[in-house]
């Protein structure tokens, strides 16, 4: 079993900001960190729970590229692609206010580029899980390769988060991807770009596809046909919530590729992102050991853990 992932790895500059300034305006920002961010978060969040874990996506040899593919070996986290010297990696501004809300200014690198091909020698398990994001379908440049890879998929799950760019994805080309997936994972936002309507949404991806609906402290849903189980998150003091969708993702494939259940997974997953935004960078990723012992989590109530190392 291993988690691939074709989410982008970037870096990101964030800042804390009192507020986003108006179109012409200025504000000063504070706290700068420049740390590897974007796909590195579903990664970390399964190797650190215990799952082996792949980065698909390219990456380049310049200062940045050089960044993540350190964390990458620190971690533990295999790269399908060997760095390249054509073009750095890209990054991420990221502006967060005082209520943790962020605003996101994307520069493409090298990782916006992959091609036909890249992957031909590629063969998923049928305990693989292979997530895909929105931000990379967006990209032209890497659109079309990206989807004729997943048409080519004869085993494995997709896992599909689309993120805030989803409105930026041509339909026809979402459609095809939406139609191969098996689990949805998005937030309140992403939903409502999709439709608002679990009912008709679920239509639109593979048979028997779950829906994990995410809403940042409120919890988050399992849609399951026609069952739907809301789980509340713990809750914290949030400082920065970068990065808490793709390790709630990344937690819940690798709870799963542990043969945990359904709602056990989605627990643990609350638990590992409710942490998340309580740190700063990848050291909010948490460990399968450090969710367990976490005062947020409540084991008596999910016995399925129990064994489970």
């Known amino acids: 079993m291993t988690v691939y992932s074709l989410e982008s790895a970037i870096i990101d500059l964030v800042l804390s900001v009192p507020y986003i300034p108006n179109a012409g305006g200025d504000v000063l920002g504070e706290d700068f960190r420049e740390t590897p961010g974007g796909g590195i978060y579903p990664l970390l969040a399964s190797r650190r729970c215990g799952v082996p874990s792949t980065y698909l996506g390219r990456c380049g040899s310049g200062p940045r590229g050089s960044l993540i593919q350190n964390l990458f070996a620190k971690e533990g986290i295999s790269s399908f692609l060997p760095a390249t010297n054509e073009r750095d990696t890209g990054f991420c501004i990221t502006m967060v206010e005082p209520n943790s809300e962020r605003t996101f200014i994307t520069h493409a690198g090298i990782e916006a580029e992959i091609t036909t091909g890249l ?10 899980y292979l997530i895909v994001s929105g931000y990379d379908l967006a990209y032209s440049t890497s659109q079309v390769a990206i989807v004729e890879h997943l048409q080519s998929m004869a085993s494995g799950t997709l896992a599909f988060d689309p993120g805030p760019l989803v409105g930026e994805i041509p339909i026809a080309l979402l459609e095809q991807v939406l139609v191969r997936t098996q689990i949805l994972s998005l937030n309140e936002r992403e939903f409502q770009l999709l439709g608002g309507d679990a009912t008709a949404l679920i239509k639109r991806l593979a048979h028997d596809a779950i829906i994990v609906l995410r809403d940042g402290a409120k919890g988050s849903t399992l849609i399951d046909g026609a069952m739907i189980t809301h789980l509340d998150a713990p809750r914290v003091d949030s400082i920065d919530s970068t990065g808490a969708g793709d390790i709630h993702l990344g937690t819940l494939l690798a709870m799963r590729a542990r043969n945990l259940d359904w709602l056990t997974s989605l627990y643990v997953a609350n638990v590992a992102a409710a942490i998340s935004v309580t740190k700063f960078g990848p050291e909010k990723v948490p460990t399968f ?19 489970v190392d």
């Open 119 to 128: 992957y031909k020698e590629l063969k998923y398990a049928a305990d693989d």
């Open 289 to 307: 050991d450090e969710i367990r012992m976490s005062p947020l989590f409540q084991s008596d109530k999910y016995s399925a853990l129990e064994g």
